[in-house]
Each structure stands twice: as C-alpha cells, then as structure tokens.
C-alpha cells in the first residue's frame, strides 16, 4: 500500500502546487481560486442518465482543475485533498440547498443532519492508488461543513456487488450498460440513516457523463435511503457545466 508514505512525503518534502507546479506549496493562490474561487454550478450531462438527481460542480474540468484532480486521484498528491475539500463542500451546500456559498446551515431544517456518501471506488483501484479519491475529499467536505456549523458527516454505505469494465473510452451508453446495477448498499448500511432526520447528498470528484452517480442514486432509493438531495463533485465536463445560467464553451465507508 501506497497512501502512508505519501502523507508522510506530503508533510515533511518541499511540495509543489498540484495546478501549476510553483515550488514548495501545495496550492498556490491562481489554482485555489480557479478550483473555488467561484460559486458552485448546475452540472447538466446530455443525454441526462435517467434517475440522476441534481448536480453541483465547484469547477470545469479543465486546465488547472484537471491537473489537480489528477495529482490527488492519480498520482497520490493527498494534502490536495484539503482544497478539493473545501471546493466540494460549496457544491454540496448547494446540491443540499444549504445557502449559495454551500457553507450556511440556513438550507436544512432544524436539526437536520447533512450525510455526504462517497461513490465507492473499484477495490482494484483502491489498492492500486493506496486510497479512495471520494472517500478521502469528502471526509474533508464534511469537516469544512461541520467548522461552518452544519452537522455533516460522511456515510460510506455505498460498494461495488460486480465487477465492471474499465471506463475508459466508454460512450454515454456503454458506461449506463457498464454500471447497470454495479452498487449495492453494505450490509447494514441503512441502519445510520434515520427516517426523514438526514439529507443525503452523494459526492465524487469528477463527473463525466453521469452515469456512475445515477447508479449510486439507484443503489440508495433500492436500499430505501433518500431521498437522495442532490449529487455534488468537485469538477465537471466544460461543456456540461452551467454558471450563472451559461454554459461555458472552452476545453473541455460509516468513516466517522
């Protein structure tokens, strides 16, 4: 396993930004602010997966984001799960409706709980990476929430019942096919959800074509947890992703 020495690395190594590559941070300011600098948008895949709840992306996938995304992800950058972090818990506040800037409680009823439930990665690729992405940011999410004072915690309760294919150079179609009735609940999994006390939202990092949150959507309503909120990653397709009411048109487990 990869993951406790690169959060070693990551603590006592000069860093480099994971957008740009500057020296000896591990974020620095242009990158931070393209990954949230703004508020979150709607995320609309076309065609739209049927059962997909509404999406909230902090950032197009695109330039600065991608590479960030990717060092965390891929290349086991984990002290970027703090950034990813903080932008994903803006667009879960906005999927939950909890205040534009996705860090105000004035969204959720009276003591209402906000439960963020990572899409699990393969087990193959946990153990290749030396982590799971989601899990990992949204533990981060909802600790940027609960400083905010909303009471957020994160519910792994989500895993995979069948192996599937590779995505990787799958169509709309063919990942819809691929994921069809993929992910089931844990055992026990319902037990932590109380009956109309919690909003659930689920998260990932990356969105493409939607395919794989609405079958996370499907596994919860199968297991008779929901409704589910909305859905919420940290970046989008440019070409899907919507702020401001415009498209923009460039490149484009329970864990505590």
Same mark, same amino acid.
């Given at each position: 396993?990869?993951?406790?020495?690169?959060?070693?690395?990551?603590?006592?190594?000069?860093?480099?930004?994971?957008? %740009?590559? #500057?020296?000896?941070?591990?974020? %620095?300011?242009? %990158? @931070?602010?393209? +990954? =949230?600098?703004?508020?979150?948008?709607?995320?609309?895949? =076309?065609?739209?997966?049927?059962?997909?709840?509404?999406?909230? /992306?902090? @950032?197009?996938?695109?330039?600065?984001?991608?590479?960030?995304?990717?060092?965390?992800?891929?290349?086991?950058?984990?002290?970027?799960?703090?950034?990813?972090?903080?932008?994903?818990? /803006?667009?879960?506040?906005?999927?939950?409706? /909890? $205040?534009?800037?996705?860090?105000?409680?004035?969204?959720?009823?009276?003591?209402?709980?906000?439960?963020?439930?990572?899409?699990? =990665?393969?087990?193959?690729?946990?153990?290749?990476?030396?982590?799971?992405?989601?899990?990992?940011?949204?533990?981060?999410?909802?600790?940027?929430?609960?400083?905010?004072?909303?009471?957020?915690?994160?519910?792994? *309760?989500?895993?995979?019942?069948?192996?599937?294919?590779?995505?990787?150079? +799958?169509?709309?179609?063919?990942?819809?096919?691929?994921? @069809?009735?993929?992910?089931?609940?844990?055992?026990? $999994?319902?037990?932590?959800?109380?009956? $109309?006390?919690?909003?659930?939202?689920?998260?990932?990092?990356?969105? #493409? #074509?939607?395919?794989?949150?609405?079958?996370?959507?499907?596994?919860?309503?199968?297991? =008779?947890?929901?409704?589910?909120?909305?859905?919420?990653?940290?970046? /989008?397709?440019?070409?899907?992703? *919507?702020?401001?009411?415009?498209? #923009?048109?460039?490149?484009?487990?329970?864990?505590?």
């Amino acid at each position: 396993m990869r993951g406790w020495w690169q959060e070693l690395a990551g603590l006592v190594l000069p860093a480099a930004c994971g957008g %740009c590559g #500057t020296a000896r941070v591990v974020l %620095c300011a242009g %990158c @931070a602010q393209a +990954l =949230s600098g703004a508020a979150p948008g709607r995320v609309n895949p =076309s065609p739209r997966p049927a059962g997909l709840p509404a999406v909230y /992306a902090a @950032a197009a996938y695109e330039g600065v984001v991608r590479e960030v995304v990717l060092e965390h992800k891929e290349r086991g950058a984990l002290p970027l799960a703090g950034p990813l972090g903080a932008a994903l818990a /803006a667009a879960v506040g906005r999927a939950a409706g /909890a $205040g534009a800037a996705g860090l105000a409680a004035d969204g959720l009823a009276a003591g209402e709980e906000l439960l963020l439930v990572p899409v699990p =990665s393969a087990p193959r690729q946990v153990r290749a990476r030396g982590h799971d992405p989601a899990r990992r940011i949204a533990l981060a999410a909802a600790g940027r929430l609960r400083r905010a004072g909303v009471r957020a915690r994160v519910a792994c *309760v989500l895993r995979q019942v069948r192996p599937v294919a590779d995505q990787a150079g +799958l169509g709309a179609r063919e990942r819809r096919e691929n994921l @069809a009735g993929a992910l089931g609940l844990r055992h026990g $999994g319902a037990a932590g959800f109380a009956e $109309g006390g919690a909003r659930v939202v689920l998260v990932d990092d990356l969105i #493409t #074509t939607g395919a794989t949150l609405a079958e996370a959507a499907r596994a919860l309503r199968a297991g =008779s947890i929901g409704p589910v909120a909305g859905a919420a990653v940290v970046a /989008a397709p440019a070409g899907s992703f *919507v702020r401001n009411g415009a498209t #923009t048109r460039t490149e484009q487990r329970s864990c505590e």
